[in-house]
């Protein structure tokens, strides 16, 4: 190969990523699906299965603009965004619990917890622009 096709090449995919990237960096509305979940209460064994075992739903939308995230039954609202280069943070309150939703802003990938004084719910999921 020539070297002008080789750094022709580079340089479209280096632009591929970031055009990939921009995906998840919450300028657009996110779908995510939860596809694992674990339910931890203070004492006892964790029990892990799929999220509406455990109701957390299935699906949600991150809507970053309105600052919520938007399941089948309610929206809850964004209290707290921090954005780094290989991640973002969004954090909230809701029913007595306080949640932290982790989302990889190159790979759309999710890690949430619910959280209260006893329980824990963890989520692992993937997001894909809407």
Same mark, same amino acid.
């Given at each position: 190969?020539?070297?002008?096709?080789?750094? @022709?090449?580079?340089?479209?995919? %280096?632009?591929?990523?970031? #055009? @990939?990237?921009?995906?998840?960096? %919450?300028?657009?509305?996110?779908?995510?699906?939860?596809? =694992?979940?674990?339910?931890?209460?203070? *004492?006892?064994?964790?029990?892990?299965?799929?999220?509406?075992?455990? *109701?957390?739903?299935?699906?949600?939308?991150?809507?970053?603009?309105?600052?919520?995230?938007?399941?089948? =039954?309610?929206?809850?609202?964004?209290?707290?965004?921090?954005?780094?280069?290989?991640?973002?943070?969004?954090? *909230? /309150? =809701?029913? %007595?619990?306080?949640?932290?939703?982790?989302?990889?802003?190159?790979? %759309? /990938?999710?890690?949430? /917890?619910?959280?209260?004084?006893?329980? #824990? #719910? #963890?989520?692992? *999921?993937?997001?894909?622009?809407?």
């Amino acid at each position: 190969m020539k070297p002008a096709i080789i750094i @022709a090449a580079a340089i479209l995919a %280096g632009t591929a990523l970031q #055009v @990939a990237a921009s995906d998840f960096d %919450g300028s657009k509305l996110l779908v995510c699906a939860n596809m =694992e979940a674990a339910y931890c209460s203070s *004492g006892q064994a964790c029990d892990s299965g799929r999220p509406a075992d455990i *109701g957390a739903p299935n699906f949600m939308r991150i809507d970053l603009a309105n600052k919520n995230i938007v399941g089948p =039954e309610r929206t809850t609202p964004i209290m707290n965004v921090e954005k780094s280069s290989d991640q973002l943070l969004l954090q *909230g /309150t =809701e029913f %007595g619990y306080a949640w932290t939703l982790a989302l990889d802003v190159q790979e %759309g /990938t999710l890690a949430a /917890t619910i959280v209260n004084r006893d329980q #824990v #719910v #963890v989520l692992f *999921g993937a997001c894909t622009p809407h």
